[in-house]
């Protein structure tokens, strides 16, 4: 499986950004993509996820009613928006994906099988 995040960058406190995960190489199709963040100094964190194929979601309450997470099922796409941005939530955002979830969580780090490089976010004025 391959996972690639993309959309990151520089970003006024109250702005938006959208940032983008690309999927590849599943071998079922069950399974759930989240994404993750990691601010300096911070451990890496739990922020969205979705059940790929019932479209299930499940926020960080950090970040609800700011974020969205959604997919484009035939680009095979993950997208999470960012709105509202505040400087705290600077850090580099990960997509990761964990195939056939069965009873694991989609806020553990350690429940997922697969992880895409980062992007990051900056939020500053």
């Known amino acids: 499986v391959q996972l690639q995040a993309s959309g990151g960058g520089l970003v006024q406190p109250g702005g938006s950004l959208r940032l983008s995960c690309t999927a590849s190489?599943?071998?079922?199709?069950?399974?759930?993509i989240g994404w993750f963040r990691q601010a300096p100094g911070k451990e890496r964190e739990f922020v969205a996820g979705?059940?790929?194929?019932?479209?299930?979601?499940g926020y960080a309450d950090s970040v609800k009613g700011r974020f969205t997470i959604s997919r484009d099922m035939a680009e095979n796409t993950l997208y999470l928006q960012l709105d509202s941005l505040k400087p705290e939530d600077t850090a580099v955002y990960f997509c990761?994906?964990?195939?056939?979830?069965?009873?694991?969580?989609?806020?553990?780090?350690?429940?997922?099988?697969?992880w895409g490089q980062g992007t990051l976010v900056t939020v500053s004025s």
């Open positions: 190489g599943f071998t079922s199709n069950s399974y759930t």
């Open positions: 979705i059940r790929w194929s019932v479209g299930n979601t």
């Open positions: 990761a994906a964990q195939e056939n979830p069965g009873g694991r969580t989609w806020y553990r780090t350690g429940d997922y099988d697969y």
